[in-house]
Each structure stands twice: as structure tokens, then as C-alpha cells.
């Protein structure tokens, strides 16, 4: 975690219209690209809480595009559902609070930009699934989501980050590093290098399909982790999703891959006990059935087609992006341990072996529904 600076903090919260004053303020360790804390401030004596957000610049290079595109999308979504009559509409979208001269990111003096969310309280996320009523949720969820935005006006969004999963560039970069080999660390991974340059023969599916006009371009959220959907304490059910920096435009089987690579294990993203990492498929099925009770009505047969391959794919493209982080010397993802990354590779790698493995019946459970 980046060093925390309380007093740093204290000035960027009195760039935002937010009533009262400060009173402290906590890192929130999710995630491993930008630096996020809650804070809670005073109003009139009620306590009540934002969040406060540095953007990783180095990942996002235009930030101004980043909260465009957030700003835009989390209108349209709370407009939408007002329209339908809907009640907690700030706990369901993100509301942006604006800078004091009405921006949506404050620029510190030191070339930092910094937003602020409303807090959505009484929800919680978890880093790994505990039950299919919660893999059902969380489709659910990215579903409504990729619906919502589906009549979205106006000018098409911006791409963030280009090319974010194209699997061909990540393939590229990942033989680039291998060659490269900077901190001579290749030796360490030799196996996980093998096993991945083998997978050449299908990493373009998508794009090809794309290409060819089989497959649509829409607005999608492209970090469907499991953790980026908040779940109601109460009911348990799915209240909204966050960490929207990379919605763009893009290819709904991409979110639907990432939910299948952080919904269908039971484990961590990065556990070291392989043997507990598999697909669980009541766990796929749930999630299947969520994300088609929101999203069945407008994907098309190509579509659904490919949503379990999607799951192998993004699987296998994170699986690659750690990989590639880790020979670089770990530059990009945050770690917290020594061979994080390479760790995070292999647990992505042993799942890409288990959907395989379960390929054909994941896919006639999606045909049947
Ligand atoms: C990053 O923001 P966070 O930590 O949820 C990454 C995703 C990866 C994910 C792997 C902008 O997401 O693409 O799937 O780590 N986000 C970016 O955990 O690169
Ligand atoms: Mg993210």
C-alpha cells in the first residue's frame, strides 16, 4: 500500500462540494491499480462517508476521458432508473461528487487527480463467491449493467485503455518479456511460459469474430470481478457495480469471460493451493442464469454461443498480463508478496485447465437456457 498521507488527504477532500468536515479517513486495500480511501465526514452531526480516489495514472494516461465516460454512464443509469420508478437510486449507481468549480476529478499540485464518490453503505463485496445464490446475483448484475447502457446517446465512449483485451497484443507483450527478460526471472516460470505459448492456435477467436462482423460491439464494463459487485448485507442481493474506469466500448463475452474467471472458483484469485482451484459448476450455472435473466433478451445467437469459451479466454488473457508483469518486474499490478504475480498466473492457468475440461457441458447448460 502506497504510504498515507492524512494531511495530504485533508486538503483534496476540501476540493469536493461536500458538506461538513472531515474526520478521518482509511486505505481500502481492493484492488491492485488505483489508491482509494473512505472517508467519513461531519454533517450536522450525522456521520456520513465518500470515497476518495487517486487515479494510477501510469495505467489510466487521460484521466479526463476516464470520468467522462463515468459520469456520462453513471447519469444515464440513475436517470433510468428513476424513470422506472426505482427506490435507493444512490445505492444502485455510483453518484460522482463534483470539484467545487464543477469538475469531476481534482488535480493536485502534484499532476494527481483525485475523485469522490457517494459511499454506498450497508453493502459489502467478497473476494471469492460462497454460494451460487451469489454467482446469480453478480450476473445478474454486470447483466442490468451492460442493459442499462444499451441506449445510451450520444457520442461513442472513450477507450480508456486500447486494446485492453485484445488477446493477440497481450500474447505479444508476453513473448516480448520472455524474450526481454529483465530481471532474469524467465527461468522461474518456465513451465507457465510453455503452457501459455502453446494456447496460440485460439487466442484470436473473438477477434476474428469481431472482425468478420459475427460478433457486436457495445457498452461494456471490462473488470467484472467478482469484488466489484456490491451485495446488499440485508438481502444479499446485488445493490450495484463499481470500478467503472474501464467501461467502454467493447465485447459483452469479455465481461461475461471475467465473470466466469472470478465467480466459478471458490478460491482467491491468487491461491497457492492448486488442488482448490476448479471450476465449481453450480456456481457457472448460477452465474449463466443471472446474467441471462438480465442480458438473454438482447444477446445475439453468436453471443451466446461463445460464453463459455469467453470464460477460457479472459481466463487465459489475465493469466498472461500477470505473467508478463511478473517478468517485467512487476510494474503494473500491484503485489504484496514476493512471485505475486507469478502466483496469480498459475492459479488462472490451473482454471483455464479446468474449464477446458468442462468445456462442452458449460456450453449445452448456456444452449438449454
Ligand atoms: C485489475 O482494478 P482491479 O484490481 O480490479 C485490472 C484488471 C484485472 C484485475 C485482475 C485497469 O483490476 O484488468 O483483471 O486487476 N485492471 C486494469 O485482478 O488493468
Ligand atoms: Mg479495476
Redesign the pocket.
Known sequence: MPLYREQHLQEISKQFRIYGQILHAEPCKI????ETYTATYDQGGVLVRYIHQKINQT?FKNPGAVMENIVRVTSHIRTKLATQGAREVTRKALTVVPTHDGRPYYQDGEGECWRTFVFVEKVQSFESVQSPTQAFEAGKAFGMFQSLLADLPGARLHET?PDFHHTRKRFAALEQAVAADHCNRARFAAAEIEFALAQQPWIGTLLDAFANGELPERITHN?T?FN?VMMDWETGRAMCVV?L??VMPGLVLYDFG?MVRTTTSSTL?DEKDLTKVHLQMPMFEALARGYLSAAGAFLTPAEKAHLTFAGKLITFT?GIRFLTDYLAGDVY?RVHRPDHNLDRCRTQFHLVRSITEQEESMQKFVDRL
Open positions: 484492488g491492485h491499480i488505483n495505467v485503455i473488470d470481478k466489484n470500478d474506469d474501464t471475467d484469485e489475465i499490478f
